[in-house]
């Protein structure tokens, strides 16, 4: 226990506790390198340079899309919850985030206004656009693939070890193949593309594009861990299930989609909640595919405290957004670990 | 099983599956192909997905000069060193949980538990600047130590630990062996199956992490083969050339790749439990 203990203590809880007194601070890396004492308290000060602004107020029609889905999310977790369609836990998940997109888009600069970090929000908010858009293909790629490949037949298990076989790759392995593939000169897909006659797209670094891109590149790589995760799911649904529906004449897609789907509605939620604590730190992709660009359209959350920490060495407000990160991050293991609790 | 519906779900899945595994095909074919054709033309032969014109000059002057080969050997020393102090960590750890009885023992594992919840990336910059204080920067030491600290080792001994029935070691306890020996020579070889997934695990990570490295690592000479391959694809096509530059990233793969078709069932296992960690 105490060399664990040991190395925990010094290497993750001092660090942590440490990351918070850094964020109190106006705390220049440069700086403090050279004289010790080069840092000043300032409180909540750098919290304030990150998430607030000036002339700050909340309306309901600030970014309609975001809120209205938000409101729709809100409904729908209070009657799917209320009508038992969704389990407690899920429900109340699903609200509060719902709640959260409600309201939280809705502040924004007033006339004459504006954010005091203006790049704090856009960056957070490409992070999450980054994880809605890659979620959700991924898992429904992943669930179709398992469902297809959930037998025990040589064939199958080599298919399923071809799927699996990039995830093992390093983040810089597969982001100089991607980038490759991109290419506009060089790349394979725009080699396809002149074989078709077409103009080739300019991927990484057209504002459309670039964002797409590392989508795609991510939907390669992680899909195979979360097609595992399934395919260990429908092995635990009992065969009988499989054979008692044969009798009611359902198989097929009428199987899968009233005895597995349903069956498997814990394992997606936690594959779900999964995916999003991973993929909300994104930072390897766009760090070396598109370095945040074009137009910042790519940068995102863990590069911008990267960027903030390590590039402008400014310390203090580095670690309000790494304090921010773990808040969000916090929330989503916490519901990851209640959903884990609630199927033993 | 084998009926014809089955072949046909086997045609329809093996195009996605081959089409999952050409960026793959594509990166070996390069690094076989010579730099001044790869710079006109990417799509010689079957759009650059065979290797012809062949050549296996690429990975010669891999070899013969750059640092790709040290990096290699960083990687490996770092992976290697993470993997043994994880390990020696996590068993402690987790046996103590499991077996011992010692004070605060509850207040520890929850202590434990809350730090699977700390990001990586919430403490890289305190451990930035306590490495800088230690001067340990571009060290192998530097590289290794942090990620000792990520409980989740402990937690997969932990479970498994329980999961051993208690007579054998009460068997032995009768026979006078203290719970060190229980340990070593009882506990520990029961417990290889959990020890690979953890190793597993632990080398896969420490040799695909990229943050980290780059955070704490600026001299070219420490950089391990992941944060080395990320140096060099920035420039790729103006100093050393598409080719060589594929060659060193089928080289970074190759022990990842063949660790995972050797100990398959294994890395599922270590994937699956790390949470994708990898």
């Known amino acids: 226990m105490i060399p664990f203990l040991a190395v925990y203590t010094v290497f993750l809880l001092y660090p942590f506790f440490q990351g918070i007194w850094i964020s109190l601070h106006d705390w220049n890396l440069l700086a403090v390198a050279f004289n ?10 750098n919290y304030e340079r990150v998430i607030w602004g000036r002339n700050i107020t909340w309306g309901i029609g600030a970014s309609p899309l975001v809120q209205a889905s938000g409101l ?3 409904v729908l977790s209070l009657f799917l919850g209320s009508t038992g369609r969704l389990s407690r836990t899920t429900a109340w998940a699903l609200g509060i985030t719902s709640l959260l997109l409600l309201v939280l888009p809705g502040f924004h600069p007033s006339e004459g206004g504006r954010w005091y970090d203006r790049r704090f929000w856009p960056t957070v908010g490409n992070t999450l656009v980054f994880v809605g858009l890659t979620v959700p293909t991924v898992t429904i790629t992943a669930l179709i693939l398992a469902a297809a490949l959930n037998r025990q037949t040589r064939s199958m298990a080599a298919m399923r070890t071809l799927f699996f076989l990039s995830q093992v790759l390093s983040v810089t392995v597969v982001t100089l193949i991607w980038q490759i593939m991109f290419s506009p000169r060089q790349g394979l897909i725009a080699n396809i593309t002149n074989l078709f006659g077409g103009s080739p797209i300019v991927w990484l670094t057209d504002e459309r594009f670039a964002m797409a891109a590392i989508v795609i590149t991510t939907v390669w790589w992680s899909l195979g861990i979360v097609m595992i995760l399934f395919l260990a799911g429908l092995q635990d649904i009992s065969r009988d299930l499989y054979e008692a529906g044969a009798l009611d004449n359902a198989t097929g897609l009428k199987a899968f989609w009233f005895i597995t789907l349903p069956n498997l509605k814990r394992t997606i939620t936690l594959v779900i909640v999964l995916q999003i604590i991973l993929h909300f730190q994104v930072f390897g992709q766009a760090h070396l ?21 390590f590039r402008d060495s400014e310390l203090g407000r580095a670690s309000v957004m790494a304090v921010f990160l773990f808040v969000t991050m916090g929330g989503f293991s916490i519901l990851q670990f209640v959903l884990g609790r609630e199927g033993d | ?109 929850v202590l434990c538990l809350i730090g699977l919840m700390v990001p990586e990336q919430a403490v890289f910059i305190p451990l930035y600047t306590m490495f800088a204080d230690l001067g340990w920067h571009n060290s192998y030491q530097a590289l290794i130590l942090p990620r000792m600290a990520v409980p989740i080792g402990v937690f997969l001994m932990l479970s498994f630990f329980k999961a051993i029935p208690k007579d054998i070691e009460e068997a032995a306890r009768l026979d006078g062996v203290g719970w060190l020996q229980i340990f070593w020579y009882v506990m520990l070889p029961l417990a290889r199956p959990a020890m690979m997934t953890l190793a597993i695990l632990t ?76």
């Open chain 2, 203 to 278: 080398f896969l990570y420490a040799w695909n992490d990229y943050l980290w490295p780059l955070v704490s690592t600026q001299k070219p000479q420490f950089f391990t083969i992941t944060l080395g391959l990320a140096s060099i694809q920035s420039n790729f096509a103006q100093s050393e050339g598409l080719g060589r530059v594929m060659a060193s990233g089928v080289i970074a793969s190759l022990p990842v790749v063949l660790l995972f078709l050797i100990f398959q069932r294994y890395v599922v296992q270590a994937m699956t439990a790390g949470g994708s960690k990898g």
């Open chain 2, 1 to 109: 099983m084998l009926n014809r519906s089955h072949y046909w779900l086997i045609i329809a899945l093996a195009i996605p599956a081959f089409i999952w595994l050409v960026p793959t095909i594509w990166m070996v074919s390069l690094s076989f192909q010579p730099n001044d054709v790869l710079a006109r033309t990417t799509s010689t032969t079957a759009l650059g997905l065979v290797p012809i014109p062949f050549t296996a000059d690429n990975y010669a002057a891999l070899f013969a000069f750059g640092q790709t080969p040290t990096w290699f050997l960083n990687s490996v020393i770092v992976a290697l060193g993470m993997t043994l102090g994880v390990l020696a960590v996590s068993t402690t750890a987790g046996y103590a949980l499991a077996r011992l009885e010692f004070p605060f023992k509850s207040t520890l594992s």
């Open chain 1, 72 to 74: 729709l999310g809100v």
């Open chain 1, 36 to 45: 010790p004492d080069a840092k000043e308290f300032v409180g909540i000060r």
């Open chain 1, 289 to 309: 595919m598109t370095n945040g660009g074009p137009n910042d359209t790519t940068q995102v959350l863990v590069r911008y405290i990267y960027q903030t920490a």
